[in-house]
């Protein structure tokens, strides 16, 4: 059973840093494309940020480019998202989500519909 546990989140002032972490569990996860996606209050889930597991290509949605870098780790099985910069838009629930059959384009997994698996979601609180 796929498990992904999210942690890392809390509240930080503007142009502060922080960085979140997915656990992921219960599965070979080479062929997956991971993905970290947020959800604000009124508003619908969005893609954040993607990488593919195996190779390391990544994908940003535009206004988190040059601000927040994804990445993997192979031993620990899990992967990262470094937010620097952040704004009080950014705040929102950060999620982890692992998308199977990971060897499309990577535009291909901006989407929410590619992602079986999703963790809790954790809490990122930017104030100005």
């Known amino acids: 059973q796929v498990q992904l546990v999210e942690s890392g989140g809390g509240l930080v002032q503007a142009g502060g840093s922080l960085r979140l972490s997915c656990a992921a569990s219960?599965?070979?996860?080479?062929?997956?494309?991971m993905g970290w996606f947020r959800q604000a209050p009124g508003k619908e889930r969005e893609f954040v940020a993607g990488?593919?597991?195996?190779?390391?290509?990544?994908h940003y949605a535009d206004d988190v480019k040059g601000r927040f870098t994804i990445s993997r780790d192979n031993a620990k099985n899990t992967v990262y998202l470094q937010m620097n910069s952040l704004k009080p838009e950014d705040t929102a629930v950060y999620y982890c989500?692992?998308?199977?059959?990971?060897?499309?384009?990577?535009?291909?997994?901006?989407?929410?519909?590619?992602?079986?698996?999703w963790g809790q979601g954790t809490q990122v609180t930017v104030s100005s």
């Open positions: 990488i593919r597991w195996s190779g390391g290509s990544t």
């Open positions: 989500a692992a998308a199977p059959s990971g060897y499309r384009a990577m535009i291909h997994y901006t989407a929410v519909i590619p992602y079986d698996y």
């Open positions: 219960g599965r070979t996860f080479s062929s997956y494309v």
